[in-house]
Nanobody
Framework: QVQLVESGGGLVQAGGSLRLSCTASRSVFSFNVMGWYRQAPEKQRELVATITNAGIRAVVDSAKGRFTISRDNAKNTVYLQMYSLKAEDTAVYYC????????????WGNGTLVTVSS
């Protein structure tokens, strides 16, 4: 079984920074894509950032220039570094890992809460 464990959430003032971590129970190379989603109260879950097993990165427009996604392969860990946080970044952040073979399968962490005070 695959487990994803997030950490690093908390309360931060607007303009501050946080680094979220997602540690997988198996090699990150077991997955085609890993990424971060977030869900604010009464809103749909949205994709924030992704990194493929080839190292290709993408970040949602609202966070470009502020968020970066990276990984430490030896630690089976994916990071989301967040700078210049805004109140609208407040959400539960979920780690996601996807494999494409033998069929498309998504794995999820339980989430870590980020609260940005204004």
């Amino acid at each position: 079984q695959v487990q994803l464990v997030e950490s690093g959430g908390g309360l931060v003032q607007a303009g501050g920074s946080l680094r979220l971590s997602c540690t997988a129970s198996r090699s990150v190379f077991s997955f085609n894509v890993m990424g971060w989603y977030r869900q604010a109260p009464e809103k749909q879950r949205e994709l924030v950032a992704t990194i493929t097993n080839a190292g290709i990165r993408a970040v949602v427009d609202s966070a470009k220039g502020r968020f970066t996604i990276s990984r430490d392969n030896a630690k089976n860990t994916v990071y989301l570094q967040m700078y210049s946080l805004k109140a609208e970044d407040t959400a539960v952040y979920y780690c996601n890992a996807r494999r494409n073979l033998p069929a498309i399968m998504d794995y999820w962490g339980n989430g870590t809460l980020v609260t940005v005070s204004s």
